[in-house]
């Protein structure tokens, strides 16, 4: 009696090789080999993401170094004016105009030298290994303040022209106050209208004055960052 169809296919079936344990190792040993290789390269791309990451920073640091270089130069600049000028107008007590020449450089003096030392700290106090965000908080802080410095050091410094090139005068030994009081006057009175303006159109053309008075430095820092937040993983 032939045997039925399917007792052969089972036969057949039972009849298969079987995949030998070496075969099913070498699968193993592959499957694990890629599984390393992706941690391999997950690393990589980790580490060159922080590479990256470190490029960016040290652009943004050296932007903000030539920011301090300036400030620190301004710092230097105030200190020596006021160490100049505080021994002559204590000198000349008692001729009370060139006193007033004298404190009204001494007080522009200090302005320079408190709106460096201001800036200084606010840059001072970045702290590139908080994040991005922070970092942005920071700097934001520090273009506020440089703002606020370049706004009043230019208004006082289109008067402190005056009582610098009549102090000049008098100590070369022309003291024109002497003489012609007028001409100190009136030279004081367009010193100050100057300061009034030049206050008034810094917030009349606010966008523009702001934009000017943060300078490259700052302004380039604050790419870098803004970059940094928007694309952290991208090459440079």
């Not at 021994?87 to 000349?92: L, S």
């Not at 007033?100 to 201001?118: N, Q, S």
């Not at 009081?181 to 009034?196: E, F, H, K």
Request: charged fraction near 20%.
């Amino acid at each position: 009696m032939p045997r039925p169809a399917w007792a052969a296919s089972a036969n057949t079936c039972a009849g298969s090789p079987a995949i030998p344990p070496e075969t099913t190792m070498e699968l193993t040993e592959l499957q694990n080999a890629w599984r390393q290789l992706d941690t391999r390269l997950a690393g990589l791309e980790a580490q060159a993401r922080e590479q990256r990451l470190h490029r960016r920073l040290d652009a943004l640091r050296s932007r903000i170094r030539l920011l301090g270089l300036g400030q620190g130069l301004q710092l230097l600049a105030g200190a020596a004016l006021v160490v100049t000028i505080a021994p002559w107008w204590i000198e000349r007590w008692g001729q009370w105009h060139l006193v007033a020449y004298g404190i009204g450089l001494h007080a522009y003096g200090l302005l320079l030298l408190i709106t460096a030392v201001v800036q200084l700290l606010a840059i001072a106090i970045l702290d590139y290994r908080q994040p991005v965000a922070k970092v942005q908080k920071r700097l934001l802080l520090v273009r506020r303040v440089r703002i606020w410095g370049e706004r009043w050091g230019l208004v006082a410094g289109f008067t402190a022209w005056v009582p610098a090139v009549f102090a000049g005068l008098a100590w070369g030994g022309w003291d024109i106050w002497l003489s012609r009081p007028s001409v100190v006057l009136i030279n004081l009175g367009a010193g100050l209208a100057m300061s009034a303006g030049v206050a008034w159109l810094s917030y009349r053309c606010r966008d523009w004055f702001e934009r000017e008075a943060v300078g490259g430095s700052l302004r380039a820092a604050q790419q870098e960052l803004a970059a940094l937040e928007q694309a952290p993983d991208r090459a440079d």
